[in-house]
């Protein structure tokens, strides 16, 4: 049996917006909101399995765009007089057959009908947010059934259980 690949395509600034801890962190500067989603967006996708794109408007910004990885996330910056939505919509129109299931996480009611309408599934950011928050839940308890918080006197024994979250994710990168 051949297995569907999930996708998720992601407003980074409409999250940024939307999550009360990126707001905040956008207020002390936009590159550390950014960067928190994307520590949280690598996360899931290690613990997930799925393909994670995240796409940022650079709409005014003159230049032909930019993608990259970082974290193993996919990384797209707009092209110049590009929207994220309109992105997000070629990406969608581009990615999309029988073996992807393809999530689009935005807030914008207007972006979630088009994206729809092209097959995709739609994410609110509190959607997301709920599915970020259960799988660092989830990766929490697999540490501790896994034993890497053991009884032994042991280095990861001392370690809280963020810290070892914080192994986790180094290991793997």
Same mark, same amino acid.
């Given at each position: ?18 999550? *009360? ?13 950014? #960067? ?6 690598? #996360? !899931? ?15 005014? +910004? *003159?230049?032909?765009?930019?993608? !990259?990885?970082?974290?193993? +996330? ?10 994220? #939505? ?27 009908? +088009? ?17 970020? +928050? ?11 059934? #896994? ?13 809280? *259980? ?12």
């Amino acid at each position: 049996m051949v297995e569907v690949q999930n996708v998720l395509l992601v407003d980074g600034y409409n999250m940024i917006g939307a999550w *009360p801890e990126l707001s905040g962190l956008a207020k002390i500067g936009m590159q550390e909101a950014r #960067d928190r989603l994307l520590e949280r967006l690598a #996360d !899931f996708q290690a613990f997930s399995g799925w393909k994670v794109i995240a796409v940022f408007d650079a709409y005014q +910004v *003159p230049g032909l765009g930019k993608s !990259f990885k970082q974290r193993k +996330v996919q990384i797209f910056f707009t092209k110049e007089k590009e929207t994220a #939505d309109e992105c997000i919509e070629r990406l969608v129109g581009e990615m999309s057959n029988r073996l992807r299931r393809i999530y689009v996480a935005t807030s914008d009611m207007i972006e979630q009908h +088009v994206i729809f309408g092209q097959g995709a599934l739609r994410l609110s950011a509190r959607d997301l947010e709920t599915m970020l +928050v259960q799988n660092e839940r989830e990766l929490k308890e697999k540490i501790v059934e #896994d034993g890497l918080i053991s009884k032994r006197n042991t280095v990861a024994g001392k370690l809280s *259980p963020e810290t070892l979250m914080e192994l986790e994710r180094l290991r793997r990168q």
